[in-house]
């Protein structure tokens, strides 16, 4: 099984809300991955964790959070997003023979 | 120079071609390099990895050349269903996408 799901798949919210979108794997991966993805580009590293702790952080604004409760789930908090931060949001897993990806969440910031 | 660089394309091929890409990247000390395809609004799926002997699997065939630091793509007896955007992955600690090359295979 090489499932990766992502929840929600489309999410719409304003410039002042707060939300978070979901991440979970249950093949033993230890390396989890965020990535954002615009139309016609290539995915855009945010944030990997390995072993649940956070190992690269890619100069991503503050304005996104991620969190590694266990070492199946992710999460990335989302607040105060700008409307240019509308795009394909990515979570992938890996246990070093390549990542798997979940099918996104497609995010719309108004 | 960007870190993992490809051709952008398009690569109009017909059915029954053959088609190569190739996939730059800067860091020496990478050590990972996987292929993946990516259909329109799609995620990317995992093709192959790239080993330093190469591999093959079925249709597809991956090589690696350190010395001149890039990895190929070569698909045979190209199928319409081949359409997409191909993205190489090179490791060093993360993984940086290239740019990605579009393939339309057309009937």
């Known amino acids: 099984d090489t499932e990766v799901t992502q929840t929600p798949k489309h999410l719409v919210m304003g410039m002042t809300n707060k939300k978070s979108l979901k991440c979970e794997q249950h093949?033993?991966?230890?390396?989890m991955y965020w990535y954002k993805q615009k139309a016609k580009k290539p995915p855009e590293l945010m944030f990997v964790?390995?072993?649940?702790?956070?190992?690269i952080n890619e100069s991503v604004p503050s304005r996104f959070s991620p969190e590694c409760p266990n070492s199946s789930l992710l999460n990335l908090h989302l607040h105060a997003l700008q409307p240019e931060d509308s795009a394909l949001y990515l979570c992938?897993?890996?246990?070093?023979?390549?990542?798997?990806f979940g099918a996104g969440t497609r995010l719309s910031v108004l | 120079r960007k870190e993992v660089e490809q051709d952008p394309g398009p690569f109009n091929v017909p059915e029954g071609a053959t088609v190569a890409f190739n996939c730059t990247y800067s860091?020496?000390?990478?050590?990972?390099f996987f292929w993946y395809r990516q259909d329109c609004r799609k995620e990317p799926k995992l093709l192959m990895s790239?080993?330093?002997s190469g591999n093959e699997d079925g249709r597809f065939t991956a090589q690696l050349n350190r010395a001149s630091q890039y990895i190929s793509l070569l698909i045979r007896d190209s199928k319409l269903s081949d359409s997409a955007t191909y993205l190489c992955v090179v490791n060093a600690a993360n993984g940086i996408f290239g740019t990605g090359t579009r393939l339309k295979v057309l009937a």
């Open positions: 964790y390995s072993y649940e702790k956070l190992s």
């Open positions: 992938a897993s890996s246990q070093g023979s390549g990542m798997y």
């Open positions: 093949m033993g991966h230890r390396a």
């Open positions: 790239v080993y330093s």
């Open positions: 860091n020496s000390a990478s050590q990972s």
